[in-house]
């Protein structure tokens, strides 16, 4: 059987580190571990110039070379025969193998370590499979490939989504019906604050809806500063993503402002999709599972597909919203309510609300809920526009003209998740109706810095 | 050259070893060891391989006469590589013992380290075991950091 390099794509997830054999030029035989081997097309493979000075001289010196690649799946061994063909130091190739190698060094928590500054060719001559003295598990049998009629079926229900709740849940449904996997998060960027936060949630104990990333942490940082998918094969060496804040208990939310990220303990594959719509990425795609090697390069391409519908829509519907807002919104007559006041706490120096003493949100959507508590306790309105709450926030967080609807479905989703005795409903295209469960009261002096 | 006694100490840690050769046209071949045993003069090592999961490092020897072989711990990646002139010698029964032992405490610290067993096992086995006896003429530092590739070990009096 002739392998072919896409026959070895589970050996270049830089799991289980690759051996490099040269020879100088007198013929003296030299060996060598060697982190990062990238396939480039089907007959070339690429090594990150990291490596030892006495392999890089041999290298130039005697162009044949010995690799022994290993299957992080099965544990297969591969011997590979090459040919050194050239350095990069800059163009696409150099950015893509930079990219890959800042991925998979985060995998051995030296990210910071491995700066790349060049990257060495070599052409695939051979490739010839080991023996192995035990049967090994059938390469990435599994699991089936990626049904394409399935992938087109979640892509038209993305797309035929008006609303941001309904488009981050088709996006999460698409992810678990067409790939399978039950543990996944929508983050949306938040560049007033820098951050990206969680907005939609699936198959964590705790939804962790709220819960915010810096902008350049970890995975999803990295996914979103350089717009460009990055993931985890095997977290057995790598410290937990976002470990410390997962062991603040619930509980401490009131006092932190602070949700905890979602956790999945078993988790040994993550991987970080940028949403990216017009060259901007408006969030990030996360997911985890407990299988090793969880993500293949299909199913990351098929990820990315998902991801890339899911901001268009989020961005069309962002747009649309603001052109459906030609009707302002009117006072109309108020049902008395009654019963116990609904007391809603802002702290202005970071937009922090709590309702009835329970932390909520904070930030842009924080902003808001006092903005439409501001209006309903001067001219007795429940009803909002977001044109007028964009109109009126957009001085001072002008980056709300591109998520003003996000930010609203955060606040919503937070609401009904801590059971708030008020609620966010939709109240048509582009405005929305506040409810409360009593006289609604807004105390927005406490811990306010101004 | 002559291993010291850092080296020394190195050699009593659960280790993996890859092996290199080349033949007569330089074109190198690669493989792994699944054993070692240092000669009392410590500038000898035996290293323990399968010839048959690993069929081109017996002729390379035997063509070219030469090798490099790589230890590392993987707990700490702590690395060393020594090279020198090689020659097959028969196959002996503490040989097989030697290559028992370092498979078992291979195996024992990668799966402590994480890495499952059954990825382990296509890795190692001495099955029609060979060993080439490596006189060693240079010890390199392979640690990743700013130590790799200078030279360890100390020369040896004959030589210096």
């Not at chain 1, 799991?15 to 030029?25: F, G, H, L, Y």
């Not at chain 1, 582009?430 to 009593?438: F, L």
């Not at chain 2, 090689?86 to 405490?105: H, N, V, Y």
């Given at each position: 059987m002739n392998l072919r390099l896409s026959d070895l794509s589970a050996c270049f997830e830089g799991?289980?580190?690759?051996?490099?054999?040269?020879?100088?030029?007198?013929?003296?035989?030299?060996?060598s571990y060697l982190s990062h081997v990238m396939r480039v097309d089907e007959e070339?493979?690429?090594?990150?110039?990291?490596?030892?000075?006495?392999?890089?001289?041999?290298?130039?010196?005697?162009?044949?070379?010995?690799?022994?690649?290993?299957?992080?799946?099965?544990?297969?061994?591969?011997?590979?025969?090459?040919?050194?063909?050239?350095?990069?130091?800059?163009?696409?190739?150099?950015?893509?193998i930079a990219r890959q190698l800042k991925?998979?060094?985060?995998?051995?928590?030296?990210?910071?370590?491995?700066?790349?500054?060049?990257?060495?060719?070599?052409?695939v001559?051979?490739?010839?499979?080991?023996?192995?003295?035990?049967?090994?598990?059938?390469?990435?049998?599994?699991?089936?490939?990626?049904?394409?009629?399935?992938?087109?079926?979640?892509?038209?229900?993305?797309?035929?989504?008006?609303?941001?709740d309904e488009i981050i849940d088709s996006l999460l449904g698409g992810v678990q019906s067409v790939l399978g996997y039950g543990n996944a998060l929508v983050l949306i960027r938040d560049n007033h604050r820098g951050c990206l936060i969680t907005t939609g949630s699936i198959g964590y104990e705790r939804s962790g809806l709220g819960s915010e990333v810096a902008g350049s942490e970890g995975l999803i940082g990295a996914a979103t500063t350089s717009g460009q998918t990055i993931k985890v094969s095997d977290m057995s060496r790598v410290r937990r993503f976002g470990e410390a804040i997962g062991l603040e208990a619930e509980g401490a939310e009131n006092t932190s402002r602070t949700v905890a990220f979602p956790q999945l303990p078993t988790a040994m594959s993550q991987i970080a999709v940028p949403m990216t719509a017009g060259g901007t990425v408006m969030g990030v795609l996360f997911i985890e599972s407990a299988e090793r090697l969880a993500f293949r390069e299909e199913d990351e391409a098929a990820l990315e597909i998902l991801a890339g519908q899911a901001a268009s829509a989020l961005r069309a519907s962002?747009?649309?919203?603001?052109?459906?807002?030609?009707?302002?919104?009117?006072?109309?007559?108020?049902?008395?309510?009654?019963?116990?006041?609904?007391?809603?706490?802002?702290?202005?120096?970071?937009?922090?609300?709590?309702?009835?003493?329970?932390?909520?949100?904070?930030?842009?959507?924080?902003?808001?809920l006092r903005l439409m508590l501001e209006w309903h306790l001067s001219d007795g309105r429940s009803e909002f526009t977001n044109r007028e709450m964009r109109l009126a926030a957009g001085p001072r967080m002008p980056e709300i003209k591109?998520?003003?609807?996000?930010?609203?479905?955060?606040?919503?989703?937070?609401?009904?998740?801590?059971?708030?005795?008020?609620?966010?409903?939709?109240?048509?295209?582009?405005?929305?109706?506040?409810?409360?469960?009593?006289?609604?009261?807004?105390?927005?002096?406490v811990g306010d810095y101004r | 050259?002559?291993?010291?006694?850092?080296?020394?100490?190195?050699?009593?840690?659960?280790?993996?070893?890859?092996?290199?050769?080349?033949?007569?046209?330089?074109?190198?071949?690669?493989g792994r060891g699944v054993g070692f045993h240092l000669l009392e003069d410590g500038e000898t090592i035996d290293v323990?391989?399968?010839?048959?999961?690993?069929?081109?490092?017996?002729?390379?020897?035997?063509?070219?006469?030469?090798?490099?072989?790589?230890?590392?711990?993987?707990?700490?990646?702590?690395?060393?590589?020594?090279?020198?002139?090689?020659?097959?010698?028969?196959?002996?029964?503490?040989?097989?013992?030697?290559?028992?032992?370092?498979?078992?405490?291979?195996t024992d610290e990668l799966e402590s380290l994480g890495v499952p067993r059954r990825l382990i096992a296509p890795w190692l086995t001495a099955r029609d075991a060979r060993v080439a006896r490596l006189a060693i003429s240079e010890i390199y530092i392979q640690t990743p950091g700013p130590l790799a590739g200078m030279l360890a070990g100390e020369q040896s009096a004959a030589k210096s």
């Open positions: 799991v289980i580190p690759s051996i490099i054999a040269t020879a100088s030029a007198d013929g003296m035989p030299n060996i070339h493979v690429a090594l990150s110039n990291q490596f030892f000075a006495k392999t890089a001289a041999n290298v130039r010196a005697n162009p044949k070379i010995t690799l022994i690649l290993v299957d992080g799946f099965t544990g297969d061994q591969f011997l590979l025969d090459i040919g050194f063909v050239r350095s990069v130091d800059g163009g696409a190739l150099f950015d893509k991925a998979s060094s985060a995998q051995v928590g030296m990210s910071d370590v491995m700066r790349l500054r060049s990257a060495d060719v070599f052409r001559y051979g490739i010839e499979k080991v023996l192995s003295p035990v049967e090994t598990a059938p390469a990435m049998a599994t699991r089936p490939p990626v049904r394409l009629p399935a992938l087109s079926e979640a892509i038209k229900v993305i797309e035929q989504q008006a609303e941001a962002e747009r649309e919203a603001a052109a459906a807002e030609l009707r302002p919104a009117v006072r109309m007559p108020e049902p008395v309510v009654s019963g116990q006041e609904v007391r809603v706490v802002h702290h202005r120096f970071d937009d922090s609300v709590f309702v009835d003493g329970t932390y909520i949100v904070k930030g842009v959507a924080g902003a808001l591109d998520n003003l609807e996000t930010r609203l479905l955060l606040l919503r989703r937070r609401l009904e998740e801590k059971q708030a005795r008020m609620r966010l409903v939709r109240a048509g295209r582009g405005r929305v109706r506040m409810e409360a469960e009593g006289p609604l009261i807004l105390d927005a002096t | 050259m002559r291993l010291d006694d850092r080296l020394l100490d190195f050699f009593n840690r659960p280790l993996m070893c890859i092996i290199a050769v080349a033949d007569e046209t330089r074109r190198p071949s690669a323990i391989f399968s010839a048959w999961q690993w069929p081109r490092l017996e002729p390379c020897v035997r063509q070219t006469g030469r090798i490099a072989v790589t230890f590392v711990s993987p707990s700490d990646y702590v690395s060393f590589q020594l090279k020198g002139t090689a020659t097959m010698r028969d196959t002996e029964t503490p040989d097989l013992d030697r290559a028992d032992r370092f498979m078992t405490a291979a």
